[in-house]
């Protein structure tokens, strides 16, 4: 009698799948509730990539050693001493001081433009898509033709600016506004105002056409004047829109040195210097990216305190 | 019958899984290829380009089955594209080098090591100990030079005829004339500082001109007392002798270029790399050349050799070929009639059309007291991170030499040791 030989058993799930078959277990996977998950893993993976590993890198290497010119320090971990360095860096510290003074004057500069270009632009004018076009101009540009266009009209010798000023009877002589600590600053924060206001311009003006203009029909009837119709209706509709784009500008000034590098480079002796570019400069000029790391760390801590913090003060606005 | 829901999940799963699978099976083709070379410089002006231009033409001619890819990379941004391209292995096949930058790219790892391919050049007795000096660490050597800039300055001489002066050859007579020059009612000052970018160059001169570094087993210490003095030298001439323009903690090449091309300084410090600029704004017999005045401890008059070397060493042959071409006599004479720059190759120093002219005169005597950059890691980042910005202080008014010294002392403690 013929015996019939018996099958090797195929390793199987407790769901009776055969594990061996690909194919039958995503199969069965995308008909369970876990198949969400499975296909958000790409997403995930994705985000961890460019955004969490990253992130994780740079705190981590903060806590290195890490000067490419000087294998032999080696790359250990130390601790926090690029911390306490930076406590004791005069440098860190006019850095962090310039970077609020940057920050703050050129947000508040680009609000006040914007904002007032953003109400001149919501009206119904003749010529007024044109003007539209001109006024968003200078976010066109990059920050490289930005700086340089600037530093050229500012120029104490060849400098239109310096020239209308002489003839104006301003100035007697052609002056050198980014060589002089006291004016290097604020004429970059005016240059940056000019470059950046039209963000705020073009979402206030989104935001504007979304308010009714019932309201304020409304409110003339109620005998409101134009003032009082700006606080009370238009203020009040901006809020939302307000946060999200000071947000946003913080972001971008706290992280982007381009403009002062190419208007001062961090000069006159450091009288321009911000954290991003003195990160820059001991990352790129040092090659020291240890304590470069602990710079843009201290960056990244200062910018979610703000975040938190501004989102707190605009829930409680909205509430 | 089958969900077609589930149907589709299941064509999707499939899709994907091939997708993932053709994507893991297919070859990454090589960003190069044989007979291609890419080239990163950071020439800027039309003039270099005119000369890179004719290089590459030649080269072109000489090996019509090698193409050259270049790719200007601005100065400032130059190692910082350098150094990215290492960490991520993005390397370019060949790279202009220069020798302060030269440590920190051998420390990067950023360049390969040529000593045996150089020794058995044929070109090699051409070019002097002091130029191989430049682009050698540890014995080994990482490039080719390309050609030379010698420090000098530039004069009027006109307003010097006027003025019965003598081109300085020491400080004293360089603050003299600076200060009989110096007028400002009619926007003329007797030196044309150089305060912003690229003026720790300059200051490094200063330093050394008074003894203020001391270079000792491939490191550096300064000399505080002696550094004082330099520091209180340099920055006297802009903020108590006046004798410097308004503008100086600001200015950068572009800015002491102009001043001088249109009148407005009397004296100002460069290479010869700007003569040509300065040959097409002012007329023979206006401006003349000189050496560097000497200092209390040394006279300096650099000459640095720009030099070009092989990144990656994927295509050898080929980036051998391509640098050692900028050593050829057609190639030096292509750049010194474009941009004026210095032949490196002793090849065509002597030639006449350098020789009679009387403008070059000071850039050859130079050469035979010329010294080259110190070669120490972390120099030139300290120089342009520490040194400038504290003498940008001084010249503010924010710190006084001593404190700028103390500074630069202290960073330097911390970049270089």
Redesign the interface.
């Given at each position: 009698m013929a015996v019939q030989a018996e099958m090797p058993r195929r390793p199987r799930s407790a769901a009776g799948l055969d594990l061996l078959r690909p194919?039958q277990w995503?199969?069965w996977v995308?008909?369970h509730r876990y198949?969400a998950y499975f296909l958000i893993i790409p997403s995930i993976l994705f985000i961890f990539a460019i955004i969490i590993y990253p992130t994780a890198n740079g705190i981590i290497l903060s806590f290195r050693e890490m000067r490419?010119?000087?294998?032999d320090l080696g790359t250990g971990f130390i601790g926090l001493r690029h911390y306490a360095?930076m406590l004791d860096d005069?440098?860190f510290w006019v850095a962090l001081i310039n970077t609020l003074k940057w920050v703050v004057m050129s947000v508040t500069l680009e609000f006040a433009l914007g904002l007032a270009a953003a109400l001149a632009l919501n009206r119904d004018l003749p010529g007024i898509r044109l003007i539209s076009v001109l006024i968003l101009l200078p976010w066109f540009l990059p920050n490289v033709v930005a700086g340089n266009i600037w530093a050229l009209m500012l120029?104490?010798?060849?400098g239109v600016l310096n020239d209308i000023f002489i003839k104006l009877g301003f100035l007697s002589?052609?002056?050198?506004w980014?060589?002089?600590?006291d004016t290097?600053l604020l004429i970059a924060v005016i240059v940056e105002g000019w470059h950046g206001y039209p963000f705020f311009a073009l979402l206030f003006l989104a935001a504007l056409k979304g308010i009714p203009k019932d309201l304020y029909k409304a409110a003339a009837v109620d005998g409101a004047g134009t003032l009082q119709a700006f606080w009370q209706i238009t203020l009040p509709g901006l809020k939302m829109i307000i946060v999200a784009v000071v947000i946003l500008r913080v972001i971008g000034l706290v992280n982007s040195p381009e403009l002062l590098?190419i208007l001062?480079?961090?000069?006159?002796?450091?009288?321009t210097?911000v954290l991003s570019l003195y990160a820059?400069?001991?990352?790129?000029?040092?090659?020291d990216f240890g304590y470069a790391g602990a710079l843009s760390v201290v960056m990244f801590v200062i910018l979610m305190v703000f975040c938190v913090i501004y989102l707190r003060v605009s829930r409680l606005t909205a509430d | 019958m089958a969900d077609p829901l589930?149907a589709s999940?299941?064509r999707f799963?499939?899709a994907a899984g091939a997708t993932l699978t053709a994507g893991m099976a297919a070859r990454t083709l090589p960003a190069w290829a044989a007979g291609n070379v890419t080239y990163w410089h950071h020439f800027t002006s039309q003039t270099e380009f005119d000369g890179l231009e004719q290089v590459m033409g030649d080269f072109a001619k000489a090996f019509p089955d090698v193409t050259v890819q270049q790719e200007n990379i601005p100065n400032?941004e130059f190692?910082?594209k350098f150094?990215s391209a290492v960490?991520a292995d993005a390397r370019a096949d060949t790279s202009m080098v220069t020798s302060d930058r030269l440590?920190?790219m051998v420390?990067?790892d950023g360049l390969v090591d040529l000593t045996d391919r150089i020794q058995a050049w044929d070109k090699l007795p051409f070019f002097s100990d002091a130029a191989w000096s430049g682009i050698t660490i540890d014995e080994k050597m990482y490039g080719i030079p390309a050609f030379s800039f010698v420090s000098w300055a530039y004069y009027r001489k006109d307003w010097f005829d006027e003025a019965g002066l003598a081109p300085p050859e020491t400080f004293e007579d360089f603050v003299e004339a600076a200060v009989k020059l110096t007028d400002p009612s009619k926007?003329r000052y007797g030196f044309g500082l150089r305060?912003?970018?690229g003026g720790q160059s300059m200051l490094l001169d200063v330093f050394d001109a008074y003894g203020a570094l001391i270079y000792e087993n491939n490191s550096i210490s300064v000399d505080v007392p002696k550094a004082v003095e330099a520091v209180t030298f340099y920055s006297d001439l802009f903020t108590k002798l006046k004798v410097a323009?308004?503008?100086?903690?600001?200015?950068s090449y572009r800015?002491i270029m102009?001043?001088f091309r249109?009148g407005?300084t009397a004296m100002v410090w460069h290479h010869t790399g700007s003569l040509t600029e300065i040959s097409d704004a002012l007329s023979e017999g206006q401006f003349a050349t000189t050496l560097r005045p000497a200092g209390p401890s040394a006279q300096i008059a650099r000459v640095s050799y720009l030099y070009n070397g092989i990144m990656s060493d994927r295509n050898l042959e080929d980036s051998w070929s391509w640098i050692a071409h900028w050593g050829q006599v057609d190639a030096a004479i292509a750049m010194l009639q474009a941009t004026g720059y210095f032949p490196a190759t002793t090849e065509v120093a002597d030639d006449a059309r350098i020789t009679s002219n009387d403008l070059y005169r000071a850039a050859i005597d130079s050469l035979a007291i010329g010294t080259p950059m110190p070669k120490v890691?972390?120099l030139?980042?300290?120089m342009?991170?520490s040194m400038?910005?504290?003498?940008?202080?001084?010249?503010?008014g924010?710190?006084t030499p001593e404190q700028a010294v103390d500074?630069m002392a202290k960073n330097l403690e911390?970049?270089v040791r």
């Amino acid at each position: 009698m013929a015996v019939q030989a018996e099958m090797p058993r195929r390793p199987r799930s407790a769901a009776g799948l055969d594990l061996l078959r690909p194919g039958q277990w995503l199969g069965w996977v995308s008909e369970h509730r876990y198949w969400a998950y499975f296909l958000i893993i790409p997403s995930i993976l994705f985000i961890f990539a460019i955004i969490i590993y990253p992130t994780a890198n740079g705190i981590i290497l903060s806590f290195r050693e890490m000067r490419l010119t000087r294998p032999d320090l080696g790359t250990g971990f130390i601790g926090l001493r690029h911390y306490a360095d930076m406590l004791d860096d005069p440098v860190f510290w006019v850095a962090l001081i310039n970077t609020l003074k940057w920050v703050v004057m050129s947000v508040t500069l680009e609000f006040a433009l914007g904002l007032a270009a953003a109400l001149a632009l919501n009206r119904d004018l003749p010529g007024i898509r044109l003007i539209s076009v001109l006024i968003l101009l200078p976010w066109f540009l990059p920050n490289v033709v930005a700086g340089n266009i600037w530093a050229l009209m500012l120029d104490p010798r060849l400098g239109v600016l310096n020239d209308i000023f002489i003839k104006l009877g301003f100035l007697s002589e052609g002056k050198a506004w980014f060589a002089d600590p006291d004016t290097a600053l604020l004429i970059a924060v005016i240059v940056e105002g000019w470059h950046g206001y039209p963000f705020f311009a073009l979402l206030f003006l989104a935001a504007l056409k979304g308010i009714p203009k019932d309201l304020y029909k409304a409110a003339a009837v109620d005998g409101a004047g134009t003032l009082q119709a700006f606080w009370q209706i238009t203020l009040p509709g901006l809020k939302m829109i307000i946060v999200a784009v000071v947000i946003l500008r913080v972001i971008g000034l706290v992280n982007s040195p381009e403009l002062l590098l190419i208007l001062t480079g961090g000069g006159p002796g450091n009288a321009t210097q911000v954290l991003s570019l003195y990160a820059f400069h001991s990352a790129y000029l040092l090659f020291d990216f240890g304590y470069a790391g602990a710079l843009s760390v201290v960056m990244f801590v200062i910018l979610m305190v703000f975040c938190v913090i501004y989102l707190r003060v605009s829930r409680l606005t909205a509430d | 019958m089958a969900d077609p829901l589930t149907a589709s999940r299941r064509r999707f799963l499939q899709a994907a899984g091939a997708t993932l699978t053709a994507g893991m099976a297919a070859r990454t083709l090589p960003a190069w290829a044989a007979g291609n070379v890419t080239y990163w410089h950071h020439f800027t002006s039309q003039t270099e380009f005119d000369g890179l231009e004719q290089v590459m033409g030649d080269f072109a001619k000489a090996f019509p089955d090698v193409t050259v890819q270049q790719e200007n990379i601005p100065n400032a941004e130059f190692m910082a594209k350098f150094t990215s391209a290492v960490i991520a292995d993005a390397r370019a096949d060949t790279s202009m080098v220069t020798s302060d930058r030269l440590p920190d790219m051998v420390a990067l790892d950023g360049l390969v090591d040529l000593t045996d391919r150089i020794q058995a050049w044929d070109k090699l007795p051409f070019f002097s100990d002091a130029a191989w000096s430049g682009i050698t660490i540890d014995e080994k050597m990482y490039g080719i030079p390309a050609f030379s800039f010698v420090s000098w300055a530039y004069y009027r001489k006109d307003w010097f005829d006027e003025a019965g002066l003598a081109p300085p050859e020491t400080f004293e007579d360089f603050v003299e004339a600076a200060v009989k020059l110096t007028d400002p009612s009619k926007n003329r000052y007797g030196f044309g500082l150089r305060g912003g970018d690229g003026g720790q160059s300059m200051l490094l001169d200063v330093f050394d001109a008074y003894g203020a570094l001391i270079y000792e087993n491939n490191s550096i210490s300064v000399d505080v007392p002696k550094a004082v003095e330099a520091v209180t030298f340099y920055s006297d001439l802009f903020t108590k002798l006046k004798v410097a323009q308004p503008s100086a903690p600001g200015d950068s090449y572009r800015q002491i270029m102009e001043g001088f091309r249109t009148g407005q300084t009397a004296m100002v410090w460069h290479h010869t790399g700007s003569l040509t600029e300065i040959s097409d704004a002012l007329s023979e017999g206006q401006f003349a050349t000189t050496l560097r005045p000497a200092g209390p401890s040394a006279q300096i008059a650099r000459v640095s050799y720009l030099y070009n070397g092989i990144m990656s060493d994927r295509n050898l042959e080929d980036s051998w070929s391509w640098i050692a071409h900028w050593g050829q006599v057609d190639a030096a004479i292509a750049m010194l009639q474009a941009t004026g720059y210095f032949p490196a190759t002793t090849e065509v120093a002597d030639d006449a059309r350098i020789t009679s002219n009387d403008l070059y005169r000071a850039a050859i005597d130079s050469l035979a007291i010329g010294t080259p950059m110190p070669k120490v890691v972390g120099l030139s980042g300290w120089m342009r991170n520490s040194m400038l910005p504290e003498f940008q202080k001084v010249l503010v008014g924010s710190a006084t030499p001593e404190q700028a010294v103390d500074a630069m002392a202290k960073n330097l403690e911390r970049t270089v040791r």
